[in-house]
C-alpha cells in the first residue's frame, strides 16, 4: 500500500526522502511526491507514475531544505494523478500531510469544509486532513493536530510538517504501519523499515493511538490520551542488503531461494535439543486451554489463505479438531459462530492486511481467542491478537508471496504438533519421526532449487499459452491453488487450481489439445485416483506435467514431463512440491517480459478493504 517517510535533521531531506520511497516501491504505488521547507515556504514536487517520473519533474532543481516528507501512492479515493499525488496542503500552505489508510468520513467533512470556504484541489480523503487541521489551528501544533484527529474515522498513518513549527515534524497512525528511526541529530519516519536501514537500525515502532512529535534532537511519543509513552528501541536486524536483492535480478527469486534458511529459521528454536518435542514458548497454551475451544477458524487472504487451508489439513490429521478456513473479506460478512470457546488464528505475511486485521478485531469482540502467524515483528496484526507466532523469513519484498508461504506451512505444521503433544492424539513416537522429517526439509527444499534448467525450459515452452489449469487431490489441491495465484499473479496468465476429481464436472470442457496441465500427484492416499485424472486430460490432448515425489516410476507413463521432489512425509510434500511453482510462475513472468517484483494492479500489502 502507500508508502510514507519523513527527515528532520542538519542534512538535505530531499535525496534521503526519494533514496527512501525507492525503498518502498514495493508496496506497490500509481504516483508519488515529496515536500520540503526551504526556510521560507514548502515546496511540494509530485507526480503520477513511477519515481522515475517525479526525479524528471524536479530534475537539478532538487528541493532545498533539512525538514521534508515524502509518499508513494495507491489510489482508494480518486485515481492516479497528480493532483491527487500526496503530499497534501491546506489552503494556505502552511500544513503539509502524507497519510496512508483511509479517512472513513470525509466526505461529511469536505463539505463542511467546503462550506467554510476552504478550496480542495483533489478528490481524495486525505485532503480533508489538511483543510480540517487550517480549520482547528489554534498556534499549538499538536494539540490541533489531537483535535483532527478526534473528527476523523478510518484508518490511517499520518505525517505532519508546518512552516510555522519546522523544528518538528509530527505522526500518528492508527491501523496502518508506521516507525521511527533513531538517528545521530537527524531522525527519520516511514511506513516500513526498508526506507530507513540505509540510515540507521535504531527504530520505534508506533501503536495505534501513538503520536510522536519528532525533533532532529529529540523524539516525544505519546498516547491518545496525551501521556507520555516510553518505548522500547526496536534494534533491526537486518542488513541492508537483506533489504535489497542480494545479486538476484528480482526480490522474488531471491525470495525463492532464501526459503530454505527461511523454513530452517522458523523451525529451529521451536524444535526441542533432544529432537523429541516441539517447544512454543511464545504461546501461552496448555490441555485445559487448547481443549477450551469447540471450534478453530483460520482467516486470511490469498496466499496466506492458501496457507491456512493446508494448516487445516495438518491441525485436523495431528491434533484432531475441527477447523474451519475462510476468506477475510467474507468470514466477517457472514455473521460467523464465533464467541469465547472460538480460536481464531490468522496469518498475514505483512501484518497489515486490512480484511484480516478486521476479521481479528470483530472476532476478539465477540469473545473468540485469537493467535496470529505473521513474518512482522509489531505489525497492526501482530498487536492486535491476543497470542503471535511469527515466521522468520526476514522482510518479503516481491509482490509475490513465496517464503512467507513455506514458513506459514511449517509454523502450522509445527503448531499441529505441538497440539498433538497436548492433546496427546499423536505418540511420542510420531511426533520424533515426524520432527526428523521436519528437521531434513531445509535441505530438501536446497535440493529442489538445485536444478531450475528444466522449469526454465517450461516456462518458454508454454509461458505465451493463455490459459493453464493444475490439478490435484487433498494435499497437493491445496498446492495446486497456490501454484496457480502465483502463475496469474505475476505472469498474468489465466490459471486455476482444481481438485483433480471435479474435472468432469464442468472444466473438463475446457480441456482442449495442447493446453498446459500442471498436476500434482504426491499423495498416496489418492494416488490412484490423480492417475485416472490425469487420463482423463491427457485423452483430451492436454500437456501434462506431473509432478511425484522421488522413486516415482508409474507416472512418467502417462504425462508428458515430470517435475521430481526429494521423498518426505507427505505431509511435508507441501513445503517441496511448491517449490517448483514458484519458480514456474517467476520464469514465465519473464518470458512474457512482465514486471515480477511489481505486478500490474496489486500491492505488497492491502491495507484498504
Ligand atoms: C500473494 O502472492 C499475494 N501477494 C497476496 O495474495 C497476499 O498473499 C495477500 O494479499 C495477503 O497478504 P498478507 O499475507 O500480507 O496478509
Not at 506435467?545 to 516415482?552: F, K, N, S, T
Amino acid at each position: 500500500m502507500c508508502g510514507i517517510v519523513g527527515y528532520i535533521g542538519d542534512k538535505q531531506a530531499a535525496e534521503f526522502l526519494l533514496d527512501g520511497l525507492s525503498k518502498l516501491e514495493y508496496r506497490g504505488y500509481d504516483s508519488a511526491g515529496i515536500a520540503v521547507y526551504d526556510g521560507a515556504k514548502i515546496r511540494v514536487e509530485k507526480s503520477v507514475g513511477r519515481l522515475a517520473a517525479l526525479r524528471d519533474k524536479i530534475g537539478s532543481n532538487m528541493p532545498k531544505g533539512t525538514l521534508g516528507i515524502g509518499h508513494t501512492r495507491w489510489a482508494t479515493h480518486g485515481r492516479p494523478s497528480d493532483r491527487n499525488a500526496h503530499p497534501h496542503t491546506d489552503c494556505s500552505g502552511d500544513f503539509v500531510i502524507v497519510h496512508n489508510g483511509i479517512i472513513e468520513n470525509y466526505l461529511a467533512l469536505k463539505e463542511d469544509l467546503i462550506e467554510k470556504g476552504h478550496d480542495f484541489k483533489s478528490e481524495t480523503d486525505t485532503e480533508v486532513v489538511a483543510h480540517l487541521l487550517e480549520e482547528v489551528y489554534n498556534g499549538d501544533f499538536v494539540s490541533s493536530i489531537r483535535e483532527v484527529l478526534r473528527r476523523i474515522e478510518g484508518s490511517y498513518s499520518l505525517v505532519f510538517m508546518s512552516r510555522k513549527h519546522p523544528d518538528m515534524l509530527v505522526c500518528t497512525k492508527q491501523d496502518n504501519p508506521l516507525v521511527i528511526g533513531i538517528g545521530e541529530g537527524e531522525n527519520f519516519i516511514a511506513s516500513d523499515i526498508p526506507a530507513i536501514i540505509s540510515r540507521t537500525r535504531r527504530t520505534y515502532i508506533l501503536n495505534d493511538g501513538e503520536l510522536a512529535v519528532v525533533k532532529k534532537d529529540s523524539i516525544q511519543i505519546t498516547n491518545r490520551e496525551g501521556e507520555a509513552v516510553t518505548k522500547k528501541v526496536f534494534e533491526v536486524n537486518w542488513n541492508a542488503e537483506a533489504a535489497e536483492k542480494g545479486g538476484y535480478e528480482h526480490f522474488m527469486l531471491k525470495e525463492i531461494h532464501e526459503q530454505p534458511k527461511a523454513v530452517r529459521d522458523t523451525m529451529s528454536q521451536r524444535i526441542a535439543k533432544d529432537g523429541k518435542r516441539i517447544v512454543m514458548d511464545e504461546l501461552k497454551w496448555d490441555a485445559d486451554y487448547l481443549n477450551s475451544f469447540n471450534k478453530i477458524y483460520i482467516v486470511a487472504c490469498g496466499t496466506a489463505y492458501h496457507a491456512g487451508l493446508v494448516g487445516k489439513f495438518y491441525i485436523e490429521k495431528m491434533a484432531r479438531v475441527l477447523v474451519e478456513v475462510d476468506v477475510a473479506s467474507e468470514f466477517r460478512y457472514r455473521n460467523p459462530i464465533v464467541d469465547e470457546n472460538t480460536l481464531l488464528i490468522v496469518v498475514s505475511q505483512s501484518g497489515e492486511t486490512s480484511d484480516t486485521l478486521a476479521a481479528l478485531k470483530e472476532s476478539k469482540r465477540l469473545g473468540a481467542k485469537t493467535l496470529a502467524i505473521t513474518n512482522v515483528v509489531g505489525s497492526s496484526i501482530a498487536r492486535e491478537a491476543d497470542q503471535v507466532l511469527y515466521t522468520w523469513a526476514g522482510p518479503e519484498i516481491a509482490v509475490a508471496s513465496t517464503k512467507a508461504y513455506t514458513t506459514q506451512l511449517i509454523l502450522f505444521f509445527m503448531l499441529s504438533l505441538y497440539m498433538a503433544q497436548i492433546r496427546g492424539t499423536q505418540s511420542p513416537e510420531r511426533v520424533e519421526a515426524l520432527i526428523s522429517r521436519l528437521k531434513e526439509i531445509p535441505a530438501q527444499v536446497s535440493e529442489t532449487l538445485s536444478d531450475v534448467e528444466p522449469i526454465k525450459t517450461f516456462a518458454k515452452q508454454y509461458g505465451f499459452n493463455e490459459d493453464v489449469f493444475y490439478i490435484g487431490r487433498a494435499l497437493d489441491y491445496e498446492v495446486a491453488l497456490e501454484g496457480a495465484l502465483k502463475l496469474k499473479e505475476v505472469s498474468y496468465i489465466h490459471a486455476e487450481a482444481y481438485a483433480a476429481g471435479e474435472l468432469k464436472h464442468g472444466t473438463l470442457a475446457l480441456i482442449i489439445e495442447g493446453v498446459p496441465v500442471i498436476a500434482l500427484a504426491t499423495q498416496k492416499s489418492v494416488y490412484e485416483k490423480t492417475l485416472s485424472n490425469i487420463k482423463e486430460v491427457k485423452a483430451r490432448d492436454a500437456v501434462v506435467i506431473g509432478l511425484a515425489a522421488a522413486g516415482d516410476t508409474e507416472l512418467s507413463k502417462y504425462v508428458d514431463h515430470v517435475i521430481t521432489v526429494p521423498q518426505t512425509d507427505e505431509l511435508l510434500i507441501p513445503l517441496l512440491t511448491v517449490v517448483p511453482l514458484q519458480l514456474l510462475a517467476y520464469y514465465a513472468a519473464i518470458t512474457r517480459g512482465c514486471d515480477v517484483d511489481k505486478p500490474r494492479n496489486l500491492a505488497k500489502s492491502v491495507t484498504v478493504e
